[in-house]
């Protein structure tokens, strides 16, 4: 299995996709003047100001929501590996893919908001890229063409979020905890089984209050701990800097890690905690209630700077200021080692025992813990935002045969596949938490690989309604009013949800 897991992904995971994902975001950064620049404040404001609904979350709640997906075993497992094979470089191409990458989520995020819709069996809003692949094109030569399109990204989404990627946040989980406090694996596995199933069966409401209560609270708790590591050595941290960008262009010899290494290994870990063009920030996105598609695009732009520039980076500065990482030949931590931190006791494996014996070199005795709790919360509250996506995408599998004929049947139908849904995702977590590291990584990769090569390819497509978006936006912001959607005189066809909210506000503009 390891080794078919290795093959795998060495196809998904090419340099094709490497560069695809950095090119895109330039190419959209460009396009969009910046746009991850210019409105900042918009961002900032969007999320002080946005309001929920009956069917919708409000901007901050889906911004948490999706944080939730992005900050989790990625922001600290994830940079203690990308450090550990592509060497400490690999942290400015971490940097660089989430700068760029926040054009690419404003987009993917964008389109999500303009083909959402309904659900019809909860009245929550729904959407995402399986959504907006299939809406798009209706009624249009290219109908079958999208549908079949949405019909895999949608089929891949539920195999990679209710299957492959909660693995590895488990095993992470269970290692940390395993490391901290000596408890077996299957026991982290039982009780975080147990918490999961409370969450995941109240819905998406209650997935978004959990989120919005727990994300922020424990990544600003993360962030300020960081920030102490590295006031007490800070000294050292010019010398970080220098490091950093020596390695990433392969400027000093010695520092470990081809320039190769450390563009794909920066990259990889990058799109793997930031998630920006994987395809999962449009679920979120689309959940949330607005009056103009792009706002939730730029609260969700906003989501990528959170999660790499501040969480990333924190365990970046933690891992290296401290010294607590090796960097090994050959992507493995079995290959020879081409540069000693000097902190590391015994021979721990590549992962939360790096940030764990980091933070104990100014914390002694606290570092474990302090991590393993940190990985506890990051990483449950991903598997949960990964429940969610994959019922998104059950739901749009499920189509209109969920509540067209036979209503009754079809509705229970649809309780009995998410109820599978539901056991599926808790045994992946459990089977995550007692497997190797390596198999729960390959898992992991698989997932985000698969989906992000779909979902890239289909808004390089897709892309103009987005930026018509933008340009909508834009002119309302310089009027002076609250931006409104109108998706007709945009040329945006199949908005089914923002058509009849905008003849809704022509026929009544008072109660609209």
């Keep these: 299995m390891s080794d078919l897991l290795a093959t795998l992904n060495e196809y998904v995971w090419s340099k094709g996709l490497i560069y695809l994902c950095l090119g895109v975001g330039i190419f959209f950064s460009i396009r969009s003047r910046l746009v991850q620049v210019r409105q900042i404040p918009a961002m900032l404001g969007q999320l002080k100001k946005g309001e929920s609904s009956d069917s919708g979350v409000s901007s901050f709640q889906a911004l948490a929501m999706s944080l939730a997906g992005r900050v989790g075993t990625g922001n600290i497992a994830g940079v203690a590996t990308a450090i550990a094979f592509g060497g400490p470089g690999a942290v400015l191409w971490m940097w660089l893919v989430a700068f760029f990458g926040a054009s690419t989520s404003f987009v993917e995020c964008t389109l999500g908001q303009i083909y959402k819709e309904r659900d019809r069996l909860t009245g929550e809003y729904r959407g995402g890229p399986a959504y907006y692949f299939s809406r798009a094109f209706a009624h249009t030569r290219y109908a079958l063409a999208g549908r079949v399109y949405g019909l895999i990204f949608a089929a891949v989404t539920v195999t990679a979020c209710g299957l492959l990627m909660p693995m590895v946040q488990s095993n992470s989980m269970a290692a940390a905890m395993e490391n901290a406090w000596s408890i077996e694996p299957w026991i982290a596995a039982v009780a975080v089984v147990i918490v999961l199933a409370f969450v995941i069966i109240g819905g998406v409401k209650r997935i978004a209050i959990f989120a919005a209560i727990v994300v922020p609270f424990m990544a600003v708790l993360y962030i300020l701990a960081a920030l102490i590591i590295m006031a007490v050595n800070i000294s050292i941290v010019p010398e970080v800097f220098r490091l950093i960008v020596a390695s990433a262009f392969n400027l000093e010899s010695g520092v470990g890690a081809a320039l190769g290494l450390a563009i794909e290994w920066g990259v990889k870990r990058g799109i793997y905690s930031n998630e920006a063009g994987q395809g999962t920030g449009p679920h979120a996105a689309a959940a949330a209630e607005v009056s103009h598609p792009a706002k939730q695009g730029l609260a969700q732009a906003f989501a990528v700077y959170v999660d790499t520039l501040l969480v990333c980076s924190a365990t970046a500065f933690l891992i290296l200021s401290t010294g607590a990482y090796k960097v090994f030949?050959?992507?493995?931590?079995?290959?020879?080692?081409?540069?000693?931190?000097?902190?590391?006791?015994?021979?721990?494996?590549?992962?939360?025992?790096?940030?764990?014996?980091?933070?104990?070199?100014?914390?002694?005795?606290?570092?474990?813990?302090?991590?393993?709790?940190?990985?506890?919360?990051?990483?449950?509250?991903?598997?949960?935002?990964?429940?969610?996506?994959?019922?998104?995408?059950?739901r749009f599998l499920m189509g209109r045969f969920a509540v067209v004929v036979i209503p009754v049947l079809n509705s229970a139908l649809g309780r009995v596949l998410t109820m599978l849904l539901q056991v599926l995702i808790l045994v992946s977590v459990t089977i995550g938490a007692v497997s190797t590291a390596e198999d729960a990584w390959a898992m992991g990769d698989l997932g985000v690989g698969l989906m992000a090569w779909l979902n890239i390819i289909g808004i390089l497509v897709l892309q103009n309604a987005a930026f018509k978006a933008l340009r909508d936006f834009e002119r309302q912001q310089k009027l002076g009013i609250d931006p409104q959607f109108d998706p007709a005189p945009l040329g945006i066809v199949n908005a089914t949800f923002w058509e009849e909210r905008a003849a809704s506000r022509r026929a009544d503009p008072v109660d609209a």
């Design 329 to 394: 030949d050959g992507g493995s931590a079995s290959g020879r080692v081409l540069k000693d931190g000097g902190a590391l006791e015994g021979d721990p494996s590549v992962g939360p025992a790096y940030a764990q014996q980091g933070f104990d070199t100014v914390f002694p005795g606290g570092g474990a813990s302090f991590i393993a709790i940190s990985l506890a919360f990051f990483c449950f509250t991903t598997i949960v935002a990964y429940y969610y996506m994959a019922e998104t995408n059950l």
